[in-house]
């Protein structure tokens, strides 16, 4: 909301007062400071506003600003009549120093666990001579610039080089060979920290040849603690993320309500493209079979999971899918014994035609689809304003059936290590794919 | 693998490199003037249409009509969701009122 005050207070000459929920101050602060208003004129009622009753919601009204202590309305009316002042300058200097101060082992973990520079696990210090070995391993220069990245939307991107990404998988404990598939996952710009309230997470598919040539697991125990790639890539994506989009602090750039442990690692893994009965995720991307890649997904809070396929595998599946949040396209990962199930014994020959499956299945009455608050949220307005295929479904009956998906957004991997048919499937949105092989 | 160097915390001292980002370029903006008053004003109440927003504006539109009559509010919702930009909504608060009241979200 900051955004859309400042927007309108500074180009368009319209006094404007932002109204903001009191945990969001630090945020707020923040906000307001990037968009180069740092005083620009706002007030805050207690969280939260969802759920509250017409008189609850007069009596924040009519009650004081929990943040300053002063009547509300006082603030509102003092915010659009007395004068504002301006930023007084850029703030925030636009580098950071290259080197910390030399300190002791001790003293150094220590200053990176201060300065919130990690994930509260141990850290390999970014020696010279470490982040240098790192370096060695792609042929990007060191102040080749990567990318640049934000928690989320409106809160500015920071910027980082190829020596900036290389302290990050330092500190996760990356072998140097594995650098170049950080880097394209840093040259994403998708952030593995994102601040949202609903804790999302990030997930790394990893395809092509870079999978055998530095040991990453497709198979048993692929998304957990069972390879040093898989591990320590994940860790670092993580790592990079907070410390090159300018922080993941509670509170302030992070404002997960309830946290979510697949953030750790990002849930990272190759893809079991030799036991697929399917082209792998990269190629229906768009890239050769031999080109080596990242695909980034985010948005993983709900899930849901099965072991096989029987005789009401149908219901089953559709079962599943209500489980999955609408505003969170499913990702099916299957070990391959199910992903052959679908393929050879149900005649699903294409990930496409279960994609095209899964869509037509996932259905919801439209009164209950659009009463859920993230589709109020990111749907409805969307409807409202007559954008497809939203507008459309917002016109359907209560009870009649809608998709909760679009079919363009719903993905299928293979992976697991066929110790069993187990499978899952994943709310994440896919972000984008990204080449390894650039980084070489 | 890098080996960790244990056993340092003594005297030893290690230059280590800051694994922190550039920050952004920020410009800064002067803030809009004044009204002199709000009466006889027109405030728009800018519903951004994220968790039940609307419901706290018509609130400050209800205490406006009980304290302060003379100041028509007017509620008008974004255009889509509060991530995107909505220049026509903008243009039309700039022409038509003399106020506006943003809420809620940071």
């Known amino acids: 909301m900051s955004t859309h005050a400042i927007e309108l207070e500074t180009e368009y000459g319209v006094p404007t007062m932002a109204l903001h929920t009191d945990i969001f101050h630090n945020v707020v602060q923040s906000v307001r400071q990037v968009k180069g208003l740092a005083e620009a004129p706002h007030a805050f009622v207690p969280q939260p506003v969802m759920g509250k009753s017409a008189a609850q919601l007069r009596a924040y009204v009519d009650g004081d600003d929990p943040v300053t202590g002063r009547p509300f309305m006082q603030e509102i009316i003092e915010g659009l009549t007395q004068d504002q002042s301006a930023t007084s300058d850029g703030a925030l200097p636009r580098t950071t120093p290259r080197l910390c101060e030399p300190a002791n082992e001790e003293e150094?973990?220590?200053?990176?666990?201060?300065?919130?520079?990690?994930?509260?696990?141990?850290?390999?210090?970014?020696?010279?001579?470490?982040?240098?070995?790192?370096?060695?391993?792609?042929?990007?220069?060191?102040?080749?610039?990567?990318?640049?990245?934000q928690p989320t939307h409106n809160r500015g991107y920071w910027q980082y080089d190829v020596e900036k990404v290389a302290v990050n998988a330092v500190m996760a404990g990356c072998r140097p060979e594995?650098?170049?598939?950080?880097?394209?996952?840093?040259?994403?710009?998708?952030?593995?920290?994102?601040?949202?309230?609903?804790s999302a997470a990030a997930m790394v598919i990893i395809n092509g040849p870079v999978r055998a040539e530095i040991g990453l697991n497709s198979g048993i125990g692929a998304m957990g603690p069972y390879a040093h790639a898989n591990a320590t890539i994940g860790r670092a994506y993580g790592l990079l993320s907070q410390n090159l989009q300018g922080g993941s602090v509670a509170g302030t750039t992070f404002m997960g309500s309830q946290g979510n442990n697949y953030t750790y690692n990002s849930i990272t893994f190759a893809e079991n493209e030799e036991r697929s009965p399917w082209q792998p995720l990269h190629v229906q991307k768009g890239f050769a079979a031999e080109a080596s890649t990242v695909s980034v997904f985010y948005g993983l809070r709900s899930n849901s999971f099965?072991?096989?396929?029987?005789?009401?595998?149908?219901?089953?599946?559709?079962?599943?899918l209500l489980g999955i949040e609408p505003n969170t396209p499913p990702v099916f990962l299957l070990d391959p014994i199910t992903a052959r199930l679908f393929a050879e014994r149900e005649g699903f020959d294409t990930k496409e035609k279960l994609i095209h499956w899964a869509w037509q299945n996932a259905t919801m009455p439209s009164a209950r689809y659009f009463d859920l608050q993230l589709?109020?949220?990111?749907?409805?307005?969307?409807?409202?304003?007559?954008?497809?295929?939203?507008?459309?479904?917002?016109?359907?009956?209560?009870?009649?059936?809608?998709?909760?998906?679009?079919e363009a957004e719903i993905n299928i991997v293979t992976v697991g290590g066929e110790a069993n048919g187990y499978w899952h499937i994943h709310g994440a949105h896919y972000r984008g794919t990204f080449s390894v092989d650039d980084w070489r | 693998m890098?080996?960790?160097?244990?056993?340092?915390?003594?005297?030893?001292?290690?230059?280590?490199?800051?694994?922190?980002?550039?920050?952004?370029?920020?410009?800064?903006?002067?803030?809009?003037?004044?009204?002199?008053?709000?009466?006889?004003?027109?405030?728009?109440?800018?519903?951004?249409?994220?968790?039940?927003?609307?419901?706290?504006?018509?609130?400050?539109?209800?205490?406006?009509?009980?304290?302060?009559?003379?100041?028509?509010?007017?509620?008008?919702?974004?255009?889509?969701?509060?991530q995107i930009d909505d220049p026509e909504t903008w243009k039309e608060i700039a022409a038509n009122g003399d106020a506006a009241i943003v809420g809620v979200g940071h």
């Open chain 1, 108 to 149: 150094l973990h220590q200053t990176f666990a201060d300065n919130h520079w990690t994930d509260y696990l141990p850290i390999i210090l970014p020696t010279e001579e470490r982040v240098a070995d790192m370096l060695a391993h792609t042929a990007g220069a060191a102040d080749t610039v990567v990318g640049r990245m």
């Open chain 1, 178 to 198: 594995y650098f170049p598939v950080v880097l394209a996952l840093a040259s994403s710009g998708v952030s593995a920290r994102g601040s949202t309230s609903s």
């Open chain 1, 306 to 320: 099965c072991l096989g396929l029987r005789d009401y595998w149908r219901e089953h599946v559709r079962d599943m």
């Open chain 1, 375 to 406: 589709i109020q949220n990111y749907i409805y307005p969307r409807a409202t304003f007559g954008e497809e295929p939203f507008a459309a479904m917002l016109a359907a009956g209560d009870e009649e059936l809608i998709p909760m998906f679009r």
């Open chain 2, 2 to 82: 890098n080996e960790i160097k244990r056993g340092t915390g003594g005297d030893t001292k290690l230059t280590v490199l800051n694994p922190v980002g550039y920050p952004p370029e920020i410009k800064a903006k002067t803030p809009a003037p004044r009204l002199d008053s709000l009466d006889g004003k027109i405030i728009y109440l800018v519903d951004c249409r994220f968790d039940d927003s609307i419901e706290l504006l018509k609130q400050v539109g209800a205490w406006f009509a009980d304290n302060m009559a003379g100041v028509e509010t007017r509620m008008i919702s974004l255009r889509s969701t509060y």
